[in-house]
């Protein structure tokens, strides 16, 4: 069983800076993709920033150049790294891995942009 455990969210104002980590057991981390999304409220829940098990990356037009996804493969953990934060990134975000025939989900943590 695969378990994944999101952390680092919070209050920040507009124009902030906040890192989420999204730790995971087990030992297919290295093997898998994985992904942040968001869900903010009365909306779907959209895809934010992926990486591949080799750290190719891809973004949301939404978030280029704000935010980053990075993997430590060491720690089993991968970061949202989200600088110029604005109102409209208010979300609960969630971190996905897939790969191996699985598709494992964390609990979310709420990032809150005040203006």
């Known amino acids: 069983q695969v378990q994944l455990v999101e952390s680092g969210g919070g209050l920040v104002q507009a124009g902030g800076s906040l890192r989420l980590s999204c730790a995971t057991s087990?030992?297919?981390?290295?093997?898998?993709?994985m992904g942040w999304y968001r869900q903010a409220p009365g909306k779907t829940r959209e895809l934010v920033a992926h990486?591949?098990?080799?750290?190719?990356?891809n973004y949301a037009d939404s978030v280029k150049s704000r935010f980053t996804i990075s993997r430590d493969n060491a720690k089993n953990t991968v970061y949202l790294q989200m600088n110029s934060l604005k109102p409209e990134d208010t979300a609960v975000y969630y971190c996905?891995?897939?790969?191996?025939?699985?598709?494992?989900w964390g609990q979310g943590t709420q990032v809150t942009v005040s203006s």
């Open positions: 990486s591949t098990s080799i750290g190719s990356t």
């Open positions: 087990g030992s297919i981390f290295s093997r898998v993709a």
């Open positions: 996905r891995a897939t790969g191996l025939g699985g598709d494992y």
